[in-house]
């Protein structure tokens, strides 16, 4: 028996037998010399091409349409995008005409090199766009050389996939049916094949080390999405044990479906508010169709990461009003661009730092090296406010002084009329030690207040964003990170100030209990999260809850506070 570590991308509890396959096949791709006279109609091979993986993208848009919704078919409009980017095109052409060499090589080429830079990128987002880039390549090779591309077909019952990584394309022809887990080496939650997986209702673990030379092909195997655990060959005892769980698993999940329609509130009767966490607006969809209040999180930097130019106001303008007209009537929190640390977006690649987590981030960023660009997207989310119900958010606060000059120019902006003469709601976000010390300085400013767990769980700990995921003893579970959570719920409740915590672990349903038991009444999760932590505040009473929380705040470690709740929790 072994335990693998990794990150989970998709929710879920499965066993089976493990398919490994250590690489992708690849397209066979020719390489030869071209005549001078022959680049003109090289070229327009690679048109027909273009063309001929454009028919194909729109089909696959259609048919994910009608089977898995609009947001997951616009994964395959970005693609489209990619195919007709300009620059590629170009790109491509000029390293026929100068190297003389032939289409195949000239795209097989062109794909690896911009997919090495992306894959290199101090930045999760970016990273993951290099399977697309990847995808759409293979795409186009594939029409050039006629060779049917068979990757993953005829995957028998009860399969775990093990792949170094999975293109989108690739999880879209898997068998629901018959693979019922993926574990890659590569990947992350924002990446398409991701996004896939979660809709497609496929547990998924990322990140797991060397998995596909540490699961030997046929090994069985039990994958737990919840935990982000891998464990190889069990033991009759484990398997008992995890079959139960699953048994269990799927009840409840069948059960959190069916009553997602219902109001969140305890047995007892304590309303709680759940809301989305989004990085686009076409996410905004997922709001109606799990029966959320609103976006409690949009993450606006995922829109501009890759893009080489600043977002200009009317690009931003457009974004926040589509969601707006998504959402109807429902609130909408943007937050303003967290850039910094590990999400330096292309256009501003020079200020990038060598040691960006200790260095400028979030607001401080925004107020100090992109004062520019901030100002611009304050003024495109005053003006989607003048008609929607719309509040700003600021990531990252570290004091009072610095919300203060934040929202002083979000009230200069609002004075001038570009809000219709609206008062923007200005709220912050929690995710340092310095808010913590200066909580009431920033409360006195503040009209909102939200607790981003990942962060504050990472610099209360000293500990690395990725170790909180693989390391037990950096959780938001570690006593010194609910008592700081309680330390600012006691302080907002004092100021009658709303507070909500929109960090991953609002999603996951025990710790969702504990936080309601801690006092917070509003949780902005992940959508698809959002039915079982309904279902498990339902089954439990705000008394029974605030008793949990007392209990474990006496807690003195991650494995105390566990104990707790998996007892209480039962």
């Not at 795409?139 to 989108?168: D, K, S, W, Y």
Request: with cysteine.
């Amino acid at each position: 028996m072994k335990v693998l570590k990794g990150k989970s991308i998709a929710p879920g509890l499965a066993t089976g037998r493990a398919f490994v396959c250590k690489a992708r096949p690849a397209v066979a791709v020719p390489r030869y010399r071209l005549k001078p006279s022959e680049v003109e109609e090289e070229y327009r091979r690679f048109q027909r091409a273009v063309e001929s993986a454009a028919e194909d993208l729109r089909a696959v848009y259609s048919r994910v349409h009608a089977d898995l919704g609009q947001p997951e078919a616009e994964i395959f409009d970005a693609h489209l995008a990619l195919l007709f980017d300009k620059q590629f095109a170009i790109q491509v052409r000029t390293r026929i005409e100068t190297d003389l060499v032939n289409i195949e090589h000239a795209v097989a080429t062109e794909i690896d090199s911009l997919a090495r830079v992306l894959q290199a990128a101090n930045d999760g987002y970016l990273s993951e766009r290099a399977a697309d880039i990847r995808d759409v390549g293979e795409r186009v090779l594939a029409h050039l050389v006629r060779e049917p591309q068979v990757f993953l077909a005829g995957l028998e019952p009860q399969t775990v996939l093990v792949v170094e990584e999975l293109l989108p394309s690739d999880t879209l022809k898997l068998d629901r049916e018959h693979v019922v887990a993926i574990i890659t080496e590569r990947g992350g939650p924002t990446g398409h094949a991701a996004i896939l997986a979660r809709s497609m209702g496929i547990p998924a673990i990322t990140a797991v080390e060397g998995a596909t030379g540490l699961i030997a092909p046929g090994t069985r195997v039990l994958v737990d999405g919840e935990q982000a655990e891998v464990t190889l060959l069990p033991t009759r005892q484990q398997r008992r044990r995890f079959d139960a769980r699953l048994n269990r698993y799927q009840h409840a999940t069948e059960e959190a479906v069916d009553a997602e329609q219902l109001v969140c509130a305890t047995s007892d009767g304590q309303e709680i508010s759940l809301q989305a966490n989004i990085g686009r607006p076409e996410e905004a969809r997922e709001v109606a169709r799990h029966n959320l209040d609103g976006v409690g999180l949009f993450r606006t930097e995922f829109l501009f990461l890759d893009d080489p130019r600043p977002p200009d106001l009317d690009r931003q303008l457009q974004c926040y009003q589509d969601t707006c007209h998504i959402l109807g009537e429902r609130p909408l929190v943007i937050r303003t661009l967290d850039l910094g640390g590990d999400k330096h977006p292309a256009f501003l690649r020079e200020r990038t730092e060598a040691n960006p987590n200790m260095g400028l981030r979030g607001l401080r960023f925004s107020l100090e090296a992109a004062r520019e660009l901030f100002e611009t997207q304050l003024r495109a989310i005053a003006q989607s406010a003048a008609h929607c119900d719309v509040r700003v958010m600021f990531p990252m606060v570290l004091a009072g002084d610095d919300f203060q000059q934040a929202a002083a120019i979000v009230r200069e902006i609002s004075a001038s009329g570009l809000a219709g003469g609206k008062v923007i709601p200005v709220g912050a976000m929690i995710e340092t030690p310095s808010a913590l010390f200066t909580i009431d300085d920033i409360l006195s400013e503040a009209d909102f207040l939200s607790l981003g767990t990942n962060d504050l769980t990472q610099f209360m700990l000293a500990a690395d964003r990725n170790a909180t995921n693989v390391m037990a003893d950096y959780s938001t579970l570690h006593p010194a990170v609910l008592r700081a959570i309680h330390q600012v719920v006691k302080a907002a409740a004092h100021h009658g100030k709303p507070l909500s915590v929109c960090g991953e672990a609002a999603g996951d349903p025990a710790i969702a209990s504990l936080l309601v038991g801690l006092g917070i009444r509003s949780l902005s999760m992940s959508p698809g999260r959002a039915a079982r932590v309904r279902f498990q505040l339902r089954h439990r009473s705000l008394a029974s809850l605030n008793e949990l929380a007392w209990d474990a705040l006496k807690c003195r470690s991650v494995q105390a506070v566990r104990e707790l709740i998996s007892s209480c929790l039962r």
